[in-house]
Nanobody, 124 residues
Framework: QVQVVESGGGLAQAGGSLRLSCVAS????????LGWFRQAPGKEREFVAA????????SYGDSVKGRFTISRNNAKNTVYLSISSLKPEDTAVYYC?????????????????WGQGTQVTVSS
């Protein structure tokens, strides 16, 4: 069983920046495929970003390309999501997702473990 815990959400102003963190348990973190998804009020959960085991390959949802950056630190069992030029439409609960065996995964069903989510609210 892998425990997944997100942090770093909160209230931010439009145009600002934020960095979310996600810690996942397990001795084989360096093998994990990692991803971020988000769910805005009244909307379905959508893919935001994904990173492969080494950090050498990433993928982003169309709505966040150029503003969001996913990265990982395998020594700290942590994946990050850096968000710049925040927009009110970035307001959502952000979820970290983990799969023990995978490369770049962009679909919800491909991930086995999920965190509880962290709320990001962007004010205009």
């Amino acid at each position: 069983q892998v425990q997944v815990v997100e942090s770093g959400g909160g209230l931010a102003q439009a145009g600002g920046s934020l960095r979310l963190s996600c810690v996942a348990s397990g001795r084989t973190f360096s093998n994990y495929a990692l991803g971020w998804f988000r769910q805005a009020p009244g909307k379905e959960r959508e893919f935001v970003a994904a990173i492969n085991w080494s950090g050498g390959s990433t993928s982003y949802g169309d709505s966040v390309k150029g503003r969001f950056t996913i990265s990982r630190n395998n020594a700290k069992n942590t994946v990050y999501l850096s968000i710049s030029s925040l927009k009110p439409e970035d307001t959502a609960v952000y979820y970290c997702a983990v799969d023990e065996y995978g490369l770049i995964l962009t679909r919800e069903y491909e991930y086995e473990y999920w965190g509880q989510g962290t709320q990001v609210t962007v004010s205009s």
